[in-house]
């Protein structure tokens, strides 16, 4: 689509709901609750990478704080469909530039959300992790690490892969096959 037909982006101020294909805001000019059609929420964090402030639920109720650190490249996570995370206690990675981590993963989500691209007459809304595809990426992590360490504040443990290069080869493309794609 031609650029003019995006929404603008804008600065939130006041956030008080996420809805469906909106979110709500207050207006400080009128101190009344306004509703805002969206497209993306990125929620950017800046250094703080722990967990944001605010509570993010996902299917059943499951809190993200307090849901497993088990997670697919440290960048989707079963149970909290159409999340995408950067730089996060789930990711995994450790000694090597984060920039570059940055990046793959900026990639990875490209690569996801081509997989809710409408084709012929399915337009998918919702791209979920399979839980059996979590489980496989983390036993495989698994193997190869060398360290684990606690470092979440519910002291979970994050693993430390063996190697950048095998992350990135994960990392290249998303696959169907990981995802439950409604």
Not at 6 to 34: A, C, M, N, T, W
Not at 49 to 69: E, M, Q, R, T, W
Not at 82 to 100: A, E, K, Q, R, W
Request: hydrophobic fraction near 35%; proline fraction near 5%.
């Amino acid at each position: 689509r031609h650029a003019s037909h995006y929404r603008s982006p804008f600065h939130l101020g006041g956030l008080r709901e996420v809805r469906p294909h909106s979110i709500v805001v207050k207006d400080q000019s009128q101190g009344v609750d306004v509703e805002k059609d969206v497209d993306v929420i990125i929620y950017a964090t800046g250094f703080d990478i722990h967990y944001p402030n605010f509570d993010i639920v996902g299917l059943n109720g499951i809190h993200l704080k307090h849901a497993s650190s088990e997670s697919l490249l440290g960048v989707t996570k079963h149970g909290f469909p159409n999340l995408f995370m950067i730089l996060n206690p789930y990711n995994g990675l450790v000694l090597t530039s984060l920039t570059l981590v940055a990046e793959i993963q900026a990639s990875y989500i490209l690569s996801c959300m081509s997989l809710l691209t409408p084709r012929n007459r399915f337009r998918p809304r919702s791209l979920e992790t399979r839980e059996t595809s979590q489980q496989r990426y983390q036993d495989n992590l698994t193997k190869k690490s060398w360290k684990t360490c606690h470092t979440t504040p519910l002291d979970k443990p994050i693993f430390w892969t063996f190697s950048t290069i095998d992350y990135i080869y994960d990392a290249c493309f998303a696959s169907p096959l990981d995802y439950i794609i409604k």
